[in-house]
């Protein structure tokens, strides 16, 4: 009679010494992530990461469907910030521009830039848009051109586009007038550009004697975002695939720098046409 009152708290005893060392683990185990709580948290996030995978998708897809359908506007894009180098480009550019305004191209040289070093890009990016004058104004639009085509934004962690930088180095020989015009010209290439620096002083000759012609010394950087061949790992989260769209503000920036008129430029002692003459 005894020991059948003890079978009923031994059976108790049993199945909760069994649900602690045997279904428990299997129902939860957080330190190796076994368990079935944690498995079925694991399969929700994979469920959530599958939707939004599929979303990017989508707008990767609406994103490619504007570039064929407005291909004027794609067209305009990659021809002020193209896919390559094209050195022939900024060559033909600059002679062209030279050649316009009547000046002799003394020399002309390229290279590519390391920009590896991003604080310095981003410092020069910040102080295009702080100064003034329409120079500047071009500079943080193509900015904010650069963010769109690499899906980055203020807010965004940096994406994985390869953007590049080719150094042009410029020798020009002419008038004062000439020199002016070349400058605030500059901007208006089909090519985006930031002039790096200038120096500008009087050509002398062979016996050191002023000539009344001017050389000018000018450093200009010409941007392009270099095509991935196919898309890696992780490329997927780049922030251009969170909307379907694109920002169209820098395809109207390009259109209203080449379509308006540049403003005057004045320079110099009034009455002196050269200021760099003695």
């Known amino acids: 009679m005894k020991l059948k009152l003890l079978i009923a708290p031994l059976s108790v005893a049993f199945i909760i010494i069994f649900l602690i060392w045997y279904i428990?683990?299997?129902y939860t185990s957080?330190?190796?992530g076994s368990g079935i709580v944690e498995k079925t948290r694991e399969l929700a996030n994979k469920k959530e990461k599958i939707s939004e995978i599929d979303k990017r998708a989508q707008n990767a897809a609406s994103l490619a469907s504007v570039l064929s359908s407005d291909k004027a506007s794609s067209d305009l894009v990659f021809e002020y910030i193209p896919g390559s180098a094209k050195e022939e480009e900024i060559i033909n550019g600059i002679n062209s521009l030279a050649s316009s305004n009547s000046l002799l191209v003394y020399n002309l040289s390229l290279n590519e830039e390391d920009i590896?070093?991003?604080?310095?890009?981003?410092e020069d990016s910040?102080?295009?848009i702080i100064a003034d004058g329409t120079v500047s104004q071009s500079q943080a639009m193509a900015t904010d051109l650069t963010m769109m085509m690499s899906g980055e934004t203020l807010s965004s962690p940096p994406s994985k586009a390869d953007k590049r930088v080719i150094s042009a180095k410029v020798s020009l020989i002419g008038d004062y007038g000439s020199m002016k015009n070349v400058l605030a010209s500059l901007y208006r290439l089909n090519r985006f550009n930031q002039l790096d620096?200038?120096?500008i002083k009087p050509l002398v000759d062979q016996e050191n004697n002023v000539t009344g012609s001017l050389k000018a010394d000018l450093i200009i950087n010409f941007d392009y975002i270099k095509k991935s061949s196919s898309f890696t790992d992780g490329d997927i989260d780049n922030p251009?695939?969170?909307?379907?769209s694109f920002d169209s503000k820098a395809i109207d920036s390009i259109k209203s720098i080449r379509n308006n008129p540049i403003g005057q430029i004045t320079g110099g002692q009034p009455g002196k046409d050269n200021p760099f003459a003695p």
């Open 24 to 26: 428990y683990p299997v």
């Open 30 to 32: 957080p330190v190796d």
């Open 116 to 122: 590896s070093d991003s604080s310095k890009t981003a």
């Open 126 to 128: 910040s102080a295009g």
């Open 197 to 199: 620096s200038i120096s």
């Open 240 to 244: 251009v695939f969170l909307s379907g």
